[in-house]
T-cell receptor, first 114, second 111 residues
Framework: GAGVSQTPSNKVTEKGKYVELRCDPI?????LYWYRQSLGQGPEFLIY????????DSGLPNDRFFAVRPEGSVSTLKIQRTERGDSAVYLC????????????FGSGTRLTVV | AQRVTQPEKLLSVFKGAPVELKCNYS??????LFWYVQYSRQRLQLLLR??SRESIKGFTADLNKGETSFHLKKPFAQEEDSAMYYC?????????????FGQGTTLQVKP
């Protein structure tokens, strides 16, 4: 595609529910990142995929968060038993290969847990 | 611990004035540093990286290892420079390419 696409752009869910956030990277990009941005803060790293495998998931805050990329393209970030503190903008980024820092971001999914 | 500090939440200048957005970092190895920018209603995008030693849209940034700083500068601010600016550091012992971001500085250029 022309850019990194994230859906939905906005998601409101009730505390305790399960949500899935989708990222469609630029075609051919093998590296994919998820970040979370809380209000007034910079983005915080969550997880990095190289191809289908999660090469670094050290940023996932707890076991309620999980992400997959089964075919090495689209990725889904899954959050179980959502809490109000999970409210944030979730950003996805991709790059053609492993490349330190120079990747293309999506416009994000704004998640609100009420 | 690896950390990026942007001490100013807001920097307000008049058009034509010089701009310096401050960034300090804490990192034990050889850092790679970046500036990202987010214009209103647009997505976060890379502005420049220290390793390229380039000037983008009139902005430059020099890595000062002695002062552990990577300040972003522009001699004459333009109204279209108004945006949110994030300094970022590459981190992770396994070189995964993940970035550690500062909290960001809003640059407001007044006419």
């Amino acid at each position: 595609g022309a850019g990194v696409s994230q859906t939905p752009s906005n998601k409101v869910t009730e505390k305790g529910k399960y949500v899935e956030l989708r990222c469609d990277p630029i075609s051919g990009h093998t590296a994919l990142y998820w970040y979370r941005q809380s209000l007034g803060q910079g983005p915080e790293f969550l997880i990095y995929f190289q191809g289908t495998g999660a090469a670094d998931d050290s940023g996932l805050p707890n076991d309620r968060f999980f992400a997959v990329r089964p075919e090495g393209s689209v990725s889904t970030l899954k959050i179980q038993r959502t809490e109000r503190g999970d409210s944030a903008v979730y950003l996805c980024a991709s790059s053609p290969r492993f490349e330190v820092g120079g990747y293309t971001f999506g416009s994000g999914t704004r998640l609100t847990v009420v | 611990a690896q950390r990026v500090t942007q001490p100013e939440k807001l920097l307000s200048v008049f058009k034509g004035a010089p701009v310096e957005l401050k960034c300090n970092y804490s990192y034990s190895g050889s850092p790679e540093l970046f500036w990202y920018v987010q214009y209103s209603r647009q997505r976060l995008q890379l502005l420049l990286r220290h390793i390229s030693r380039e000037s983008i849209k009139g902005f430059t940034a020099d890595l000062n290892k002695g002062e552990t700083s990577f300040h972003l500068k522009k001699p004459f601010a333009q109204e279209e420079d108004s945006a949110m600016y994030y300094c970022a550091l590459s981190g992770g012992s396994s070189n995964t390419g993940k970035l550690i971001f500062g909290q960001g500085t809003t640059l407001q250029v007044k006419p």
